[in-house]
Structure formats: C-alpha cells, structure tokens
C-alpha cells in the first residue's frame, strides 16, 4: 500500500486554479457589500453605484460561490479518488479534512469575520458520503434537486416561517442584526468573538433550509465533474463539454439575466404573478446561476488553450492556488478598514467604490501570492491544512521556482 501525501504542486491543474482564482475575485466583490453592511440596501442615485449595482447582480452575485462551491466539491471528489486509488481508507481521511476544514471555519468566525463560509463547507461535505458509490447519473438527478427543490419549497412564506421557528423567532433575527452592527460600530476588538459567534448562528438560522441543501447540491456537480475528469490536462480531453458548457451557459444565463432585470425594475411585477409565478421565479434565479457558472467555467477552459490567454489568466492562478490564505486575509484587511477596531469604515463606500477597494485588494493579493510562491510550496494556511489531514509536516521550501512562478 503505497504513502498518501498531498498532490505534490507540479502536478497541479492551471485551469482550477484559475477558476479558484477568479471564484475568489468575485467573492470579495460581493463580501464587500456585506463588510460595510449595506445587505440589501438600494444604490444612491449616482450613475457609477447604480452600474456597478447592475454589474453586481446579472454577473457577480452567488455567481462566484457558485463556482467555489463546485470547485470544492471536485476537489473532494479528487482526493476521494486517490484515497481510493491508493487502496487507503477513504471515510478517515476525508473527515479529517472536514474537520480541519471546520476548525479553521470556526477560528476565522470567532478572530475575524462572522460571515465565514467554510465551517459549512465542512459541514454539507459530510453529505458527499453517501453518493460516493452512487452513479454520476444518480449524482446528477440528487444535485439538481438540492439545488432546486429546498429553495422552491422555502421561499413559500409559511415554510419560510415554519424552518426558522425551529431555532428562534422570526423577530429574534432583526435583534441578532443590531446587535452585530452595534459591535461592528464598536472601538474594541474585545468580545467580538462572541458577537461574531452567535450571529453566525442567528444568520444559518434562518436559511439552513435551503443553504446546505443549495451548497450540497453544487458539490455534488463539482463531484460529477472530478469523477468524469474534466479537467484532466487542464480540460484539453473535453474541449467539447467546455464548448457547450460556454454555448448553452452563455444562451440560458443571458435569457435569465434579462427576466432578472425586467423583475428588479418592475416590468414584470412579482405580486401579480401569484404564488405559482413567483416560485417559478426561483427555479429562473436557481437556472441563471448554473448557467452563467457553466458559462464562465467554459469560458476560461477554452481560453486557457490559448497561450496568449493563458498567460493573462493565469495571473489570478497563484491565489487559486492557496485558497484559504486568499480568503482569510481578506477578512483580515477588510475588517480592519470598516470595523470600528480598526478605520470605522462601515456602510461609508458606496458599490462602486467597494468594486474598486476590491480591485486594488486583489491586486495587491495577486503580486503577494506569486512572491510567496516562488519560494514557498503552499499557502500557510494550505500547509497548516495538509499537516492536519496527513498528521505529518510537509516541506514547506519550494526547492525550485515553480513554473509561471519566477523560473
């Protein structure tokens, strides 16, 4: 039986880490919103809050954790199968990234950030086991509903009502709000954590219904995708599936977006429609978010054929490659420039002005993570992350520059 050890970096695949990449661009862009806590809030009338409002909703918004999500399923689909094809344990080494998945989440809630994804990323990947001897069609057919079903069924307001009096009172979620803002607000660092804590709670609360269910199902297409290796040799064995990803994406994501746009402007009236109409509208969002993420995988999978194009790309591949890192440190920045501990910044930048933070953020994340890798093999949170799932120490000192890396 031979040693399992992590994929030793040259046998990376480029085009997932450019997708990770550019997953992680776009989640910044729209985390940014929720750092200056301007949730649901409208654009003022200036010209370049209400475009980038618009850019937003039709290209950015759960487009990005839509495409992180899938990629962290194909990634556990990918580590299920070495595990399998090294005769190792599967169960016991997947946990134990589950759960180290799921301490970093709760450290990174409780230090820095309440909004932090991967705790219940550790959590919906539990759901993975049970379709791991299942067929890809039955992988399919089980995605698609998660992905559809929970978030039908829950926007009915009664079972709205009804899956979040299981833990608290509708009322208890508006107080669970005040209170984080006030903390926000607040000169000290001190006792954030449990403010941090308990509104992380509050917010699952009230959406676990449909958000484990809506995470699990995407999961379960990254997992169909790592099991038929699409991405083998960076996708060049399946340049058709990308094509028609791109077509077909490109075509539903467009006539998705436009019914988007006539329902936020009001040319197609939400009320009128009735109850039927509007769940309707919900399999039309759930649809244009598969959509325009196929597309946009499609996409970077072909232009990545390109040597011009995969140059450009393959600036963002470095923060792809060390994804928590990326993610982690964004917290850290970005509740320093609007949390009352740090520059007080909060619900001060409007939309567009948050795109561009978010562009200079990343910016300056893209020359940090190349310089760190061409020194270093992993991210120190990816080395502190494989120490925990393979109980040894891995060498952290790249020997050489890596490729596309200072060689």
């Avoid at 919103?33 to 949730?39: A, S």
């Avoid at 009915?156 to 009096?165: E, G």
């Avoid at 995470?215 to 028609?244: E, Q």
């Avoid at 436009?258 to 939400?270: E, H, Q, Y």
Wanted: charged content about 10%; proline content about 6%; hydrophobic content about 55%.
């Amino acid at each position: 039986m031979s040693e399992l050890v992590p994929v030793p970096p040259r046998e990376r695949m480029v085009t997932l880490d450019v997708l990770r990449g550019f997953a992680l661009c776009g989640v910044l862009i729209v985390n940014m919103v929720v750092y200056n806590w301007r949730i649901g809030a409208p654009p003022d009338d200036a010209l370049p809050n209400q475009i980038a409002h618009w850019f937003l909703i039709i290209f950015v918004l759960s487009k990005a954790q839509t495409l992180l999500t899938i990629l962290f399923g194909l990634g556990f689909a990918m580590q299920l199968m070495r595990a399998e094809e090294r005769g190792e344990p599967v169960t016991g080494l997947y946990l134990r990234r589950l759960a180290a998945l799921m301490v970093f989440g709760l450290l990174h809630i409780t230090l820095l950030w309440w909004g932090d994804v991967t705790w219940s990323y550790a959590v919906a990947g539990l759901g993975l086991l049970p379709f791991v001897r299942v067929s890809n069609r039955a992988r399919v057919i089980w995605a698609l509903g998660f992905v559809f079903v929970p978030s039908v069924v829950t926007s009915i307001p009664a079972v709205s009502s009804a899956t979040i009096r299981v833990f608290m009172e509708p009322a208890e979620y508006g107080a669970g709000m005040a209170r984080m803002v006030r903390a926000i607000h607040g000169p000290s660092h001190a006792g954030l954590w449990w403010e941090h804590l308990r509104f992380a709670l509050v917010f699952m609360a009230a959406v676990y219904a449909s958000y484990f269910p809506w995470v699990l199902g995407r999961f379960l297409l990254g997992y169909v995708a790592g099991r038929l290796r699409w991405f083998a040799d960076d996708g060049a064995g399946h340049l058709p599936v990308f094509r028609r990803l791109a077509s077909w994406g490109g075509a539903i994501a467009a006539v998705t977006a436009a019914i988007t746009v006539m329902t936020k402007v009001g040319w197609i009236p939400l009320p009128a429609l009735g109850l039927g109409g509007q769940l309707g509208m919900v399999v039309v969002h759930e649809a244009g978010l598969l959509a325009t993420t196929s597309f946009y995988v499609g996409l970077v999978v072909l232009l990545l054929q390109r040597p011009r194009w995969r140059r450009v790309l393959a600036v963002v591949a470095p923060m792809g490659r060390m994804p928590l890192t990326t993610y982690f440190t964004q917290s850290l920045v970005c509740t320093f420039l609007f949390y009352g501990w740090g520059l007080g910044w909060i619900d001060q930048v409007g939309v567009a002005a948050g795109i561009a933070l978010s562009l200079v953020i990343l910016s300056v994340q893209v020359v940090l993570s190349q310089l760190w890798l061409r020194w270093f093999r992993f991210g120190p949170f990816e080395w502190l992350w494989r120490a925990a799932v393979y109980w040894k120490v891995p060498p952290m000192r790249a020997r050489a520059p890596l490729p596309g890396h200072g060689s």
